[in-house]
């Protein structure tokens, strides 16, 4: 078992027990924030679509001029690897990252060619299935492409989603439901969203303000799968508090009902405890 916090780091070509050092005080992405991660999962002896979270995380050092210096499929081994100290009931969170080191003649742009990378291994146990969340509006926005790197999982993205917290958390919400600049419903402040009305689904439709996510799309394909018809479409706040449930879903947690949209309240319905069972169902079958 790792120890200190059950951290395990995987860097220059091996494997590190604890938080390990990995980034220089000069390195680009410590001052001028050129890094990114990504998010997979193992639980119940389980990693599913580790495979899809290595494949994004060189998508999105790309997207920040950055060269992506491992492959998915050598992401995959090296990890597999590192789970093997811990426990086969652990739930450990995966995080691949790159970060620029050296910065272009102006210091802004990262050298493509000299890029960090990195991957963490966290022991973090997942919600209780029980577990849900209550959601406020906030002042905040997702940006667009045009002003942020949004087409990446970017650690530069994340400050705007902590205010967002912070301004639910002041208002006695545990989330917050967040629109696009147009001012349409994109996702919440740390994971995509979905609303159910007279027994069918809706998600926001990805305008690149928001990233589509990978836990997103295994619930859709599941639910169609299952007969409920799932739509992307354009929502406002208006269609979130006509809904019969309305629930979150990410890779920490894969599904969590919400409760109550400011003063409209929602019962934990039938459609989020079935995309649940069959989340995990797929996972197993998946391996």
């Known amino acids: 078992m790792a120890v200190g916090k059950n951290i395990r ?23 001028l924030g050129s890094s990114v991660f990504d998010g997979a999962r193992y639980f119940d002896g389980m990693a599913p ?81 029980a577990a849900s969340v209550t959601l406020t509006t906030t002042r905040f926005r997702r940006p667009v492409l045009e002003s942020a790197v949004v087409n990446a999982k970017a650690g530069c993205l994340y400050p705007n989603n902590a205010r967002m917290l912070k301004e639910a958390r002041s208002k006695g919400f545990s989330n917050a439901l967040v629109t696009d600049a147009m001012g349409n419903v994109a996702e919440t402040a740390t994971a995509n969203i979905f609303m159910v009305r007279d027994g069918e689904v809706f998600t926001p439709v990805p305008n690149g303000t928001f990233l589509a996510g990978i836990t997103r799309a295994r619930h859709m394909k599941n639910l169609r799968s299952d007969g409920v018809k799932v739509h992307e479409t354009v929502l406002s706040f208006d269609d979130f508090h006509a809904a019969d ?18 003063d409209t309240q929602y019962q934990v319905g039938p459609i989020a405890r079935r995309a649940r069972e069959m989340y995990w169902d797929w996972a197993a079958s998946a391996g």
């Open 9 to 31: 780091t995987y860097f220059e070509g091996q494997w590190h027990d604890g938080d390990a050092p990995i980034m220089r005080a000069a390195d680009h992405g410590a001052w």
């Open 245 to 262: 449930e309305v629930f979150m879903t990410g890779n920490m947690n894969k599904v969590t009902p919400v409760t109550a949209l400011d």
């Open 49 to 129: 679509d580790l495979d899809a979270h290595c494949a994004r995380v060189n998508r999105s050092a790309e997207a920040l001029m950055l060269n992506p210096t491992v492959t998915p499929e050598q992401m995959v081994e090296i990890v597999r690897e590192g789970l093997q100290s811990y426990a086969p009931d652990a739930a450990v969170y995966i995080r691949p990252m790159y970060w620029g080191i050296d910065g272009d003649i102006t210091a802004i742009v990262p050298q493509s060619d000299t890029t960090g990378f990195a991957i963490c291994l966290e022991e973090i146990p997942m919600a209780p299935e």
